[in-house]
């Protein structure tokens, strides 16, 4: 599948991603290489291969949820380095 610089253009205002000719004509061609080789991948016949739902073959431990002890409001904030009657006071970070 061939793409076009126009198509590059397109799909790089849509990624709002800037590039000089060169570079689009690059993107073009490694664009339809990329999508050349998935249309290889859709050639394969693959009606007897389960889906993969994670490529990983571990196993989660999952365990009960229980409720246990839960510390209050006075004694989490008791180590608070600085704080506001009822609040965590932290540094602003944004103007």
Do not use: C
Not at 30 to 51: G, K, N, R, Y
Request: glycine residues 2%; without cysteine.
């Amino acid at each position: 599948m061939q793409i076009d610089i126009n198509t590059i253009k397109k799909i790089a205002h849509l990624a709002r991603l800037e590039f000089d000719e060169s570079s689009a004509e690059k993107m073009s061609k490694d664009m339809s290489q990329i999508l050349d080789w998935v249309e290889q991948l859709d050639a394969i016949d693959t009606t007897d291969v389960e889906p993969l739902t994670t490529m990983s073959s571990e196993v989660n431990d999952m365990r009960e949820d229980k409720i246990g002890h839960q510390l209050d409001h006075e004694a989490g904030l008791k180590n608070a380095p600085k704080r506001d009657s009822d609040y965590f006071r932290v540094p602003k970070v944004m103007e």
